[in-house]
Nanobody, 126 residues
Framework: QVQLVESGGGLVQAGGSLRLSCAAS????????MGWFRQATGKEREFVAA????????NYADSVKARFTISRDNAKNTVYLQMNSLKPEDTAVYSC???????????????????WGQGTQVTVAS
């Protein structure tokens, strides 16, 4: 059974930082592109960032470029999202996703993934 479990969310002041983690189990992690998506209350889910199977190719939404960094550790079956310079508009439930097909760029365009985590709440106070 595939599980993606996010952690690291919480309440932070604007301008602060958080590091999200997503631990994967039940799949061969290195065969999956990994991504982060977010959904704010009353809004549709949106793409945040994605990283290729080997970690060399990344893709970011324009709204988070230069502030967020996605990375992965295939030895630990974990993907990370370092979030700096947080803004109130970053407030959302952040979910990780895994997909064996396409590229980080196609994940950003289609928003599709084979497996999804339950999400972790990030709240940025102004």
């Amino acid at each position: 059974q595939v599980q993606l479990v996010e952690s690291g969310g919480g309440l932070v002041q604007a301008g602060g930082s958080l590091r999200l983690s997503c631990a994967a189990s039940g799949l061969t992690f290195s065969l999956y592109h990994m991504g982060w998506f977010r959904q704010a209350t009353g809004k549709e889910r949106e793409f945040v960032a994605a990283i290729s199977k080997g970690g060399l190719n990344t893709n970011y939404a324009d709204s988070v470029k230069a502030r967020f960094t996605i990375s992965r550790d295939n030895a630990k079956n974990t993907v990370y999202l370092q979030m700096n310079s947080l803004k109130p508009e970053d407030t959302a439930v952040y979910s990780c996703a895994a997909d064996p097909y396409g590229t980080p760029q196609t994940m950003g365009v289609t928003g599709n993934a084979k497996y999804w985590g339950q999400g972790t709440q990030v709240t940025v106070a102004s």
